[in-house]
């Protein structure tokens, strides 16, 4: 009796699981008043998304502040809170003070929604500004979309991000477009047979790759070798061997600048002399200290901001962000995310009223805004179009080199 | 008869219990809390699943987040992959609607969690020879290999993750009812495995094995089933993971979830059922809890700094064997209403 | 074939730092049967110490300025390799001290001392980081003040506490001091990377049509140099006997007198150095990125090549890091994106077919 017992008490742990997923189709006819009620609260409240409430603005902002990826967060954190000192200096909107909530997601994309939702639900602010990598704005972006909160994202350049609704917008260009500009660039240069080093951890640099090899093979340009790295790897001499028997007339990494140093050291160490191609993945003030004199002679593609460039925009930005951070020089994520939260700023006083359907409206109707990183204007697919300049680099310094429209590539 | 009815009891109640708090919790608290409430539930399984190996059969996994990464790639490639192709001729499986949402989630869910428990078979069946460290080094080891494998499966997305997943779980806002029903199978299938023959036979294998050997337990087979149906479970919860977050990428399936679903399992206190579901929870919300501006940047150190505290001070961990348990307690109360095994 | 030579070549050198590191891993499995998952987040302090003697510490004179200043560079590069191995080594002493001794010989009052301080700094660090007041004395003397009041609270927890056996809370311990290292680097050094710069003059040789790096070829030097050091220490020396007795049987080693946590303390000290120096090489030799998951990986990898040589075994540990960092090349050559996986397979392969390791003795187990 007692065995048998035991032995229906496994019986016992079927039974329940059978019965829940029982009661897991049970539910879908008991919900359904609950759903279809649920929704329609949503729309009555929804349909104005978050409104402001009280005497300040609040502005969310999730960023990569801590993990792999925090000096691009913390970069970008410094613009943000630039711009919205400024903003609350010159008397906020309509008199009331903005106020920034920047939540950190560590790096990771399963944070980064969390956080959002946390932004979104909790902290119900009217406009959320994040992230730097494509794959985490990816990640949060549905969350937004969802909520009705415009998100404003400084410099994710994935094509795929801002297709993911009508609130989700970008104040950078993208890669289809960067891409395309250093192929043009490699061609105009002469370099016709480009070997094409990419990051298979990145989604940034596949893309990257992929693009460029397309349009330099619709140029009439030939690709020597693709291999692979991973970011973290420390040791690229293998693939870099590779690399050197195709014998390229230069190389495209278009990786982070975590790694980029290291492998122009290792290239040249074995005896690459070619220059190397990159993207705004190598803009920072680590990527010198990093590749020493390796790179003397490379170009990459940027957003169109340096600190010296002699625009008055750039100028008053540029003292504005050493009065605040004095020591420090400010780089195109600083800029990306100034603009970013000035986009949402000026849209701000242009929205007829102050919840997030209206917000989102007044920053879809940005246009030839001056922002420091370039004229913005948000096109009907809710991305930047915007120039992008080519930097040489020579000694310690990046020297613009070259700017191209996106029409002169042909987009 | 009255044991089934009992059982039966407990089951319905289960349910409604579920039904109930979903509807109260989705209506009342904000989309955040639920969200981490749906992570506390995962990982709370997860822990759960890892006790079967790690604590109830004394094996040495620490690869467990290998098999949650099966669970949850297989599932997305049910929605996202096979379900567009089959959906032509079975429109029932269209998303969107109640029954299509849950039917396919339960596809998913099936798919998953067998893929998962094969490959724990895969997986179990060699390694499992091995004891101590060593089985410990070659779980780790099969649990990156799976991650890099994904990595590099083009179809999945590769390092760029596999987005969009379509949202089954949310759609209908009972994603709580999934999750926590999930969970209560594990805690109940560990608690009944417990409570029978054969469970005692896991018991005796993780005391000392070779005089279960001796005793005429086949120990190679008591292990692997626990390694198959713990990573079943993970698997299982991967699947849901998927579905809830919308989108995956391999690196949330590193190292690093492996070694905090093994954490759990050891501060719950191994073999621990209660222990480890209260520790798979508690480890998940507490670093939600410390979010606040004040401990932000230090929060993993303190994390950290605890964990090794809390090893060196209480190495049995919270629970140690024992278990916290409500029929007991009832029993105390009064010696009535529950069917006393 | 020219071509495979030199991918061989590049294997050996990346080769030789994962072997100084997995004699570390090696050695300490060897006495304590231990998992030391900390090891290589010693190697990542190893690589900043030479970042901060390189461009803070020591009067390193940039070479594109004052190539004349190439023999100072040289006698400060060694100082520095020094340096980083005596802090590691005493880094590894206090993760031995207060981490795994509680573990074997029970939490005692002195390990109730130093947890209480160590919970009670990041509180005060925080603290201090919130005001907007200089006065960060108060806070360190009150960091100092609850360092002390934690200890009888630490302490009474300590009272019940017996020591453990299980391997499993050894091998979290380990993750934990792993963590903490990594994320405490996180808040004190910044996760942002940090290179060195280049320290030292670098050529290139050709010799039959292969090329030769002088940092690579400086590595491997020191390395085998390292490498002699240890065996001569563990085979002729009175310490390294003892660490081999205590290998054979911990239990007969007390019996005959060995004090024998000073000699694990000791077994620690000498491969935290080892991966000290080989965390400093590795930044400053080939000026990879220094951020505080600098060891992750490597130390992975390390371990994986102390297993594969026979966990316990010394030659072992510098063969497995041999053959790891030369399978590893050959794959990245032809398979990059499987490099991380190869590691593995290598692995898991080993363990089924000889899992002793290449080295390592199997032995039967006593009922």
Not at chain 1, 134 to 143: G, K, T, W
């Amino acid at each position: 009796m007692n065995q048998q017992r035991r032995k229906s008490s496994l019986l016992g742990a079927l039974l329940v699981s059978a019965a829940l997923f029982g009661g897991g189709c049970k539910d879908k006819e008991e919900s359904k008043p609950n759903g279809t009620g649920k929704s329609g609260e949503t729309t009555t409240t929804a349909s104005r998304g978050n409104v402001v409430t009280g005497d300040t603005i609040k502005i969310g902002e999730y960023g990569s502040l801590t993990g792999d990826n925090s000096t691009f967060g913390i970069s970008t954190d410094r613009g943000i809170k630039l711009a919205i000192e400024e903003a609350n200096a010159a008397g906020g909107i309509n008199g009331k003070k903005l106020e920034l909530v920047a939540e950190d997601d560590n790096s990771k994309s399963e944070q980064a929604k969390t956080v959002v939702q946390k932004l979104v639900s909790s902290e119900k602010v009217i406009a959320v500004i994040g992230e730097v990598a494509s794959s985490r704005s990816m990640m949060a972006a549905p969350v937004c979309q969802e909520a009705k909160v415009p998100m404003v994202s400084p410099s994710s350049t994935n094509p795929k991000v801002t297709a993911i609704g009508d609130y989700i917008f970008r104040v950078c260009f993208t890669d289809d477009f960067q891409a395309v500009v250093a192929a043009q660039f490699a061609w105009d240069q002469g370099f016709k047979n480009v070997a094409v080093f990419t990051d298979v951890k990145s989604d940034y640099s596949k893309a990257f790759g992929e693009l460029f090899a397309n349009k330099l093979k619709a140029l009439g340009g030939k690709i020597a070798a693709e291999p692979t790295y991973q970011s973290g790897d420390v040791d690229f001499k293998a693939q870099l061997a590779t690399i050197k028997g195709a014998t390229p007339d230069a190389i495209l990494v278009p990786g982070y600048y975590t790694e980029v140093g290291t492998i122009a050291r290792q290239a040249r160490e074995i005896g690459v002399t070619v220059p190397l191609l990159g993207g705004d993945g190598w803009e920072s003030d680590q990527l010198i200290p990093g590749a020493g004199t390796a790179l003397e002679g490379c170009f990459f593609t940027n957003h169109y901001f340096a600190h010296d460039l002699p625009d008055p925009n750039i100028k008053s930005f540029v003292a504005a962000f050493q009065k605040a951070y004095p020591g420090k020089q400010p780089g195109a994520l600083d800029a990306l995310g100034y603009d970013a939260a000035k986009v949402i700023i000026e849209a701000l006083k242009r929205s007829k009223s102050l919840d997030s359907v209206a917000l989102r409206d007044a920053i879809a109707d940005t246009k030839g805004f001056a922002g420091v990183s370039g004229k913005i204007t948000l096109d009907e697919k809710r991305n930047a179009r915007k120039e992008a300049l080519v930097f040489e680099i020579k000694g310690k310094e990046f020297k613009p080199k070259k700017s191209y429209k996106p029409e002169q590539v042909g987009l | 008869m009255r044991w089934l009815l009992g059982r039966i009891g407990v089951v319905v109640l289960t349910c409604a219990i579920l039904l109930v708090a979903n509807r109260l919790i989705i209506d009342n608290i904000k989309e955040y809390y639920v969200s981490v409430l749906v992570l506390c539930g995962l990982y709370a399984t997860l822990a759960v699943s890892l006790n079967l190996i790690n604590g109830i059969t004394g094996q040495f996994s620490i690869g467990h987040a290998g098999f949650y990464a099966v669970g949850a790639y297989v599932g997305g490639a049910w929605t996202m992959l096979i379900r567009p192709l089959v959906v032509k001729s079975l429109p029932i499986l269209q998303t969107g609607t109640q029954i299509g949402d849950h039917l396919n989630l339960f596809i998913a869910l099936v798919l998953g969690t067998v893929c998962a428990g094969l490959t724990g078979l895969l997986v179990g069946l060699p390694s499992l020879r091995l004891r101590g460290d060593y089985l410990a080094i070659v779980t780790l080891g099969f649990g990156e290999v799976i991650r890099i494998v994904i990595l590099n499966m083009d179809v999945v997305g590769g390092p760029r993750g596999f987005t969009p997943i379509t949202e089954l779980v949310n759609n209908h806002g009972i994603p709580l009812v999934w999750i926590f029903g999930l969970l209560v199978v594990v805690v109940a299938f560990s608690r009944n495995l417990l409570k029978s023959a054969q469970g005692l036979k896991f018991l005796a294998v993780r005391e000392d094995e070779i005089a279960a050997d001796a005793m005429g337990v086949n120990t190679t087979r008591v292990k692997v089933t626990a390694f198959v149906i713990g990573s079943a479970f993970a698997g299982a919860a991967g699947v849901l993971y998927a579905h809830c977050q919308t989108g995956i990428t391999p690196d949330s399936f590193d190292m690093n979830t492996s070694i905090i679903i093994t954490t759990m399992v050891v501060l719950g206190g191994t073999g621990s059922i209660s222990g480890s579901l209260l520790a798979g929870i508690a480890l998940t919300a507490l670093p939600e809890l410390l979010r606040n501006d004040f401990i932000k940047e230090y929060r993993m150190v303190i994390f950290s700094t605890l964990l090794v505290v809390f090893m060196l001070t209480r190495p049995q961990g919270i629970f140690g064997h024992r278990e916290i348990a409500l029929p007991r307690f009832l029993r105390r109360l009064g010696r009535k209403g529950e069917p006393n095994p | 074939m020219q071509a495979l030579v030199q991918t061989l070549i590049y294997g050996v050198e990346t080769g030789a730092i994962y072997a100084l590191i997995a004699l570390g891993y090696t050695m300490v499995y060897g006495v304590l049967r231990l998992i030391n998952f900390a090891h290589g987040d010693v190697y990542m302090i190893g690589a900043f110490v030479g970042f901060f003697a390189c461009t803070q510490w020591l009067p390193f004179k940039d070479l594109s300025q004052h190539p004349e200043a190439a023999m100072l560079n040289v006698v400060l590069a060694l100082v520095t390799l020094l340096l980083s191995m005596l802090i590691c080594a005493l880094l590894g002493i206090t993760i031995e001290r207060f981490a795994y001794r509680p573990l074997r010989n029970g939490f005692r009052n002195a390990d109730a001392h130093f947890w209480g301080f160590v919970i009670a700094l990041p509180v005060t660090a925080f603290a201090g980081a919130m005001t907007t007041t200089k006065r960060q004395g108060v806070f360190l003397f009150a960091g100092v003040v609850i360092g002390f009041i934690m200890r009888p609270v630490m302490a009474y927890l300590a009272k019940r506490i017996k020591p453990s056996g299980s391997r499993l809370n050894a091998l979290i311990t380990a993750i934990g001091v792993s963590l903490m290292l990594e994320n405490g680097g996180i808040n004190i050094f910044g996760a942002d990377p940090k290179f060195i710069p280049d320290i030292l003059p670098k050529r290139q040789f050709n010799l039959f049509g292969l090329v030769f790096d002088s940092s690579g070829l400086i590595i491997l030097a020191i390395a085998a140099i390292l490498m002699a050091l240890l065996r001569y220490i563990v085979l002729y020396t009175r310490p390294g006997k003892a660490m081999r007795a205590i290998s054979h049987d911990i239990d007969a080693a007390k019996l005959m007198g060995i004090n024998t946590d000073r000699v694990i303390s000791f077994t620690f000290a000498l491969g935290a150095s080892l991966a000290g120096a080989a965390g400093f090489m590795v930044a400053a030799f080939t000026n990879i990125k220094v951020v505080p998951l600098f060891g992750l990986q490597p130390g992975l990898k390390a371990f994986v090549a102390a297993v594969l040589g026979g966990a316990g075994n010394i030659p072992g540990a510098t063969l497995g890091g041999l053959i790891m960092g030369v399978v590893e090349s050959l794959v990245a050559s032809k398979f990059p994106q499987w490099r991380d996986a190869v590691a593995f397979i290598l692995l898991i392969v080993i363990l089924l077919v000889r899992p002793a390791g290449l080295l390592g003795k199997n032995t039967a187990e006593k009922v």
